[in-house]
């Protein structure tokens, strides 16, 4: 397995919602990531965890809450979010070493009403 | 300040037409630099990095020091080739900056 699978691929919540993202790899890479991304506009980092454990956060705001259950999952909970958190959220994996590139899934297109 | 920088939001060239996507980058350390591609509903992904030296698809980039760019450039550009490409610079083990990204259109 050489992908890196998110789910679901779209989401539409209210502002008081809680929901999750969920992705996932099975290509033995200890690193993953979570980035946002608004139309027309490059990936934007917000969490990375390495080995499990939580390495950048990227002062996202506490309504995003990620979560590494183990080496290959990684989740995304979303509690009281803004209209303006809505965005494709990419989630991405690669191995801890130098050189070694980023995997993205395909998303999940979130709206927030 | 660490950056990258893609001058064009939009290039256009016609089929079989050369290609070159601008990429110049800031960065203080040894700087390690990739092309990222998303074709129309897929995935970004992985185009090639400046340390295989690889032709993926035929492009090529080369990173040139003394100039901070790594430009991408294919000879004859094909109408499969039209995507979103994205340069980008790794800053640290983890971090990643990217370019705004250029659209390559071929026109037929």
């Known amino acids: 397995d050489t992908e890196v699978t998110q789910t679901p691929k779209h989401l539409v919540m209210g502002m008081t919602n809680k929901k999750s993202l969920k992705c996932e790899q099975h290509?033995?890479?200890?690193?993953m990531y979570w980035y946002k991304q608004k139309a027309k506009k490059p990936p934007e980092l917000m969490f990375v965890?390495?080995?499990?454990?939580?390495?950048i956060n990227e002062s996202v705001p506490s309504r995003f809450s990620p979560e590494c259950p183990n080496s290959s999952l990684l989740n995304l909970h979303l509690h009281a979010l803004q209209p303006e958190d809505s965005a494709l959220y990419l989630c991405?994996?690669?191995?801890?070493?130098?050189?070694?590139?980023?995997?993205f899934g395909n998303g999940t297109r979130l709206t927030v009403t | 300040a660490q950056r990258v920088t893609q001058p064009e939001k939009l290039l256009s060239v016609f089929k079989g037409a050369p290609v070159e996507l601008k990429c110049n980058y800031s960065?203080?350390?040894?700087?390690?630099l990739f092309w990222y591609v998303q074709y129309s509903r897929q995935r970004l992904q992985l185009l090639l990095r400046?340390?295989s030296r690889e032709s993926i698809k035929g492009f090529t980039a080369d990173l040139n020091k003394g100039e901070t760019s790594f430009h991408l450039k294919k000879p004859f550009a094909q109408e499969e080739d039209s995507a979103m490409y994205y340069c980008?610079?790794?800053?640290?083990?983890?971090?990643?900056?990217f370019g705004t990204g250029t659209r390559l259109k071929v026109l037929a």
């Open positions: 991405a994996s690669s191995y801890r070493d130098r050189d070694f590139p980023l995997h």
């Open positions: 290509m033995g890479h200890r690193a």
């Open positions: 965890y390495s080995y499990e454990k939580l390495s």
């Open positions: 960065y203080s350390g040894s700087p390690e």
């Open positions: 400046h340390i």
């Open positions: 980008a610079l790794r800053s640290g083990t983890y971090k990643y900056i």
